[in-house]
């Protein structure tokens, strides 16, 4: 104990290491009335940690190549000492990432910290899951299953759908004609170095825009929740007589990763196949389509959309007005209550909102 | 600032979703042929629920000609062959099953060929052909041609041969569907089905019983490959139980210390 203190006490008076911990930790306080759904953030962050580390360790032997790549991910699964554990855990990972984004999103729209001056908060957390879909999306081909061949060679035929540019765009993404070793090679580079750096740069100005607004109140337990900000100047809403973040909720932080491990190794070890069919483990075969290709869970709604309309670019113009109305939500709602419930037509449309994406996604799994 | 977030959002977000409904083109004998009705058409009905479809084995595989050519597709120059007559239907098969054609022809019924006895598509059928198994040999289709005693002592024989190599074959293609490398369980139990199969062209009773024993002691050994799978599956649900376990007492023993602070 003795060492640790005077190695702290050598840090100390090099960069004023107390200091820090002081403002940043100790006396970092937060509202009193904070609630678990705030530990999604760290929870996030937690998972993306987890998946670029299990990510470095699937480079170790995954082979970028069309003709091995398979065979390589076969290698890790059967041959590599806990090869499948790593790569259960990046797989299940992935989709473990998109569905706690999705909860962090909803807390954050039902307690309206979406609100001003939290708009860039917003728009970079929106920025982020879009990245995460990409992320999730260049990950599915790189085993090179049947799956992912084909999955890839519908997705990127979506393209096509664009006015004038959409055939070049599609060879652009494919790198040829068809999905093949050039595509792979793409994605690769998108999944491994590309889209992590950018969620690591988008991730890192999140946390600089919440550093700098503070940790918004939740609208639960008070008598006034009108929104009070004027945006006549910069303010820092700090929360006095609050709970310190270290160690009071850097433990509720500790506790939800935990419990979120729970549920995460459960999959990975009682059901690791949840997320997967059948055809993720057949090698791709460009000459034989598998009957049935549907995406992911979380792309099963967008899915679903472009199968309702006639035509593929109404079903994609739908979507993006949908997607840009969602994107913008803080410039558009302007309203100053923060309570959910004094907010009829609010929650008549965020609960609509969640129905309608959830029965266009059971409809798409059953279509 | 708006129009380009708005722009950089509605690319990323639905460029990779939309069009998941887009299907591959088929082959042109296919896209002609089902739309026709009666005789012509149901070929191609009778060949999608086939072990020939199911392994992507299409019309031009057996018949020739050109799947990509519409106007050219039944051209004799592209090598269609149309479909064969009987005696020569055996020979026609054989150019992929050459293993089975030897025994075929080695057999009483190879023997009876062009003399009234049975080709492979008596047995098979010619489209809609499944995959070999013992019920193909059942009183209804082998009393066509004669009693079915003998035949019914022959597949008797082999019943439980057959009961552990399709009880193996679902085992190894539930742990494929896992991403197991079940190849060489695969290749192992492929080996020891063609050398069984071989017995089922064979109407040599004593023969059959004893080639089925000596298949049998083959089974055991890739069944024991398979138990290994198994308990290293178990292996992992105990190792998974203790973490997860592990994880909720730490997710407690946080909670507990979190308490303390209040």
Known sequence: ?367 | MHLSGSLLILFALLLPVASFAAEPAEIVCIQCHATMPGKIGEPVKLWKGSIHAENGIACNACHGGDPKDAANAMSPARGFLGAPKEPAIPAFCGRCHVGVLKDYLASAHGRALGKGGPTCVTCHSNHLVVKASLEIINEKRCSQCHSFERAKTIRDAMQETEAMIVAMDKRIAAYKGEGVDTEGLEKGLFAVRNRFHTLFHNVDVGMVKKESAGIQGDLKKIQDQIKALDDSRQQRKIAGAVAVSAMLLLALFAHLLRKTFD
């Not at chain 1, 989709?95 to 970079?124: A, C, D, G, Q």
Request: proline share 7%; net charge positive; charged share 15%.
């Open chain 1, 1 to 367: 104990m003795a060492l640790l203190k005077r190695l702290i006490d050598w840090i100390d008076v090099r960069i004023g290491a107390r200091d820090i911990a002081a403002k940043e930790l100790t006396g970092y306080l937060l509202p009193r009335n904070i609630n678990t759904w705030y530990s999604m953030g760290s929870i996030l962050l937690f998972i993306f940690a987890m998946q670029v580390v299990t990510g470095i360790l699937l480079l170790i032997y995954y082979v970028p190549d069309a003709d091995k790549a398979f065979k390589s991910v076969t290698f890790i699964m059967n041959e590599v000492p806990f090869g499948w554990l790593i790569r259960m855990c990046h797989a299940v990972g992935s989709n473990m990432m998109v569905l706690v984004l999705l909860f962090h999103m909803i807390s954050v729209l039902f307690m309206n910290s979406y609100k001003s001056p939290r708009e860039m908060n917003w728009l970079t957390g929106f920025i982020l899951f879009t990245m995460v879909q990409g992320i999730s999306l260049t990950g599915y081909l790189l085993p090179w299953s049947q799956l992912s061949f084909w999955a890839t060679t519908v997705a990127t035929n979506s393209a096509n759908a664009i006015p004038v540019v959409g055939p070049y765009l599609v060879e652009f993404l494919r790198g040829g004609k068809l999905v093949g070793p050039p595509t792979l090679g793409r994605f690769f580079a998108l999944h491994v170095a590309l889209i992590p750096a950018g969620i690591a740069a988008l991730v890192g100005a999140h946390l600089f825009l919440l550093q700098r607004t503070g940790v918004s109140t939740p609208p639960f337990g008070l008598k006034d929740t009108a929104n009070r900000w004027q945006g006549d100047g910069y303010r820092y809403e700090s929360h006095p007589g609050g709970i310190p973040f270290f160690p009071n909720y850097a433990l509720e932080d500790l506790r939800s990763i935990f419990i979120y491990l729970a549920c995460f190794l459960a999959v990975v070890y009682f059901d690791p196949y949840l997320f997967f069919t059948r055809d993720s483990f057949l090698p791709a075969n460009p000459l034989q389509t598998p009957a049935h290709i549907k995406p992911e869970w979380y792309f099963l709604a967008n899915y679903q959309t472009l199968k309702i309309f006639p035509s593929e670019f109404i079903g994609l113009a739908v979507q993006g007005a949908g997607m840009t109305f969602l994107a913008l939500l803080p410039f558009i709602d302007r309203t100053t209550e923060r309570h959910p419930l004094k907010r009829p037509l609010f929650m008549i449309c965020a609960i609509g909102g969640i129905m309608l994406w959830i029965g266009l996604s059971v409809w798409g799994h059953y279509s």
